[in-house]
């Protein structure tokens, strides 16, 4: 068996003990003489998992009881409308902040159900920051305030949060859940795509304040309101099964690791020796303001871009895979969620600095 290091953006690498757990169970879990991809999700062992899989999520994110966690699908991407279609009636109107290419999708969304003021925008320094909070123009009369903690494409993370007083700050985390301890009772909505940081694509979390949920309009499609999913136990109709299921691997994987403080510890050091490496060599670099440099995503560029190509076919041969940055941003860039090895980083350091000494 040869398992590469794959630095993807998402869908990510998995934990390889919980894909070969889901191997052992594929045909038959845990006696049910059937796989989980068989079974109905009214039934008890389906029951089990999903509320398994909750309560260690729940346990992982100290996750106050006055939240409901919904299990869902359609992508962060459809949380974009969801967001707005539940709670933007309250007011008519949201603060979204611009810090890159995804914040810049949920703004265009949420204008189709109301007023959004842009509280604050990175765009002009190229996304390269977060706007330090006391310049943000917040309005109290907004129904939330929309952040994207970690820019996955521009590799751009918050340092704390924006005071906004009684208006809940709604956060997009696909890129950055469960990468160390969160305090979720700073936020009224938590989402995420389950394929960065989570489990395999099909799955969406939504973390939600017991008061937001209900306040949707008349208008609001069934599907698309947090209470049809509260009310039905994220079982309205069928959930996406399987990827629950390996979520739930997942999360018992985080807890044997030691939680996410211990997760935090690891993700520190990946990312500061991968910076390091960057900051030491003047063959590569990022422009990202250094309090602001993400621990999950970490674009980086070559001096000549013309190299670009070589680099990522040597990588390739070490294992080193999809490593190619996003076309917005060029260069490179190493996804480095929880599930990518010490050694995996560490791998590709040491080949950075052989490129760039055959190179430089
Ligand atoms: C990947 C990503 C999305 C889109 O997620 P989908 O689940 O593919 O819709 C949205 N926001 C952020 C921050 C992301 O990283």
């Not at 191997?23 to 999903?50: P, T």
Request: aromatic share 8%; glycine share 8%.
């Amino acid at each position: 068996m040869s398992r590469v290091f794959n630095f993807s953006a998402g869908p990510a690498m998995l934990p390889t003990e919980v894909i070969q757990q889901a191997q052992q169970e594929i045909l038959d879990w845990n006696g049910s003489g059937m796989s989980v991809m068989e079974m109905s999700h009214r039934g008890k062992e389906f029951i089990e998992i999903a509320s398994t899989a909750e309560a260690d999520l729940r346990e992982l994110l100290a996750i106050p009881d006055n939240y409901k966690v919904l299990f869902l699908q359609g992508g962060a991407s459809t949380q974009f409308a969801m967001v707005p279609l539940n709670l933007m009636d309250r007011t008519g109107k949201a603060d979204y902040a611009n810090t890159g290419a995804w914040s810049k999708k949920a703004i265009s969304e949420g204008k189709r159900f109301g007023e959004v003021n842009i509280c604050a925008s990175s765009e002009e320094d190229g996304f390269n920051s977060v706007p330090a909070f006391d310049s943000w123009n917040l309005s109290s009369d907004a129904s939330y305030v929309h952040i994207t903690p970690n820019e996955t494409i521009g590799g751009v993370v918050y340092q704390g949060l924006p005071d906004t007083g009684d208006v809940p700050i709604v956060a997009d985390m696909s890129s950055t859940i469960l990468s160390r301890p969160t305090n979720v009772s700073d936020y009224g909505i938590i989402y995420t795509g389950a394929q960065k940081n989570i489990g395999p694509a099909g799955l969406t979390i939504v973390i939600v304040r017991e008061d937001l949920i209900g306040q949707a309009g008349d208008s609001c499609p069934t599907m698309l309101n947090y209470a049809t999913h509260d009310k039905a136990d994220s079982m309205a109709n069928t959930p996406p099964t399987y990827s629950w299921y390996l979520a739930g691997l997942v999360f018992k994987w985080l807890k044997d690791k030691g939680g996410l403080s211990a997760m935090a510890e690891i993700n520190e050091r990946k990312a500061s020796k991968l910076y390091a490496a960057i900051d030491g060599n003047d063959f590569y670099s990022n422009p990202v303001a250094i309090q602001n440099r993400s621990w999950m995503n970490v674009p980086f560029i070559l001096k000549d871009a013309d190299l670009d190509a070589s680099f990522l076919e040597g990588a390739k041969e070490l294992g080193l895979m999809t490593l190619k940055g996003h076309r917005s941003v060029g260069g490179m860039r190493a996804s480095i969620y929880n599930a990518m090895p010490e050694e995996g980083v560490d791998t590709l350091i040491q080949y950075m600095n052989d490129f760039a000494a055959k190179n430089g």
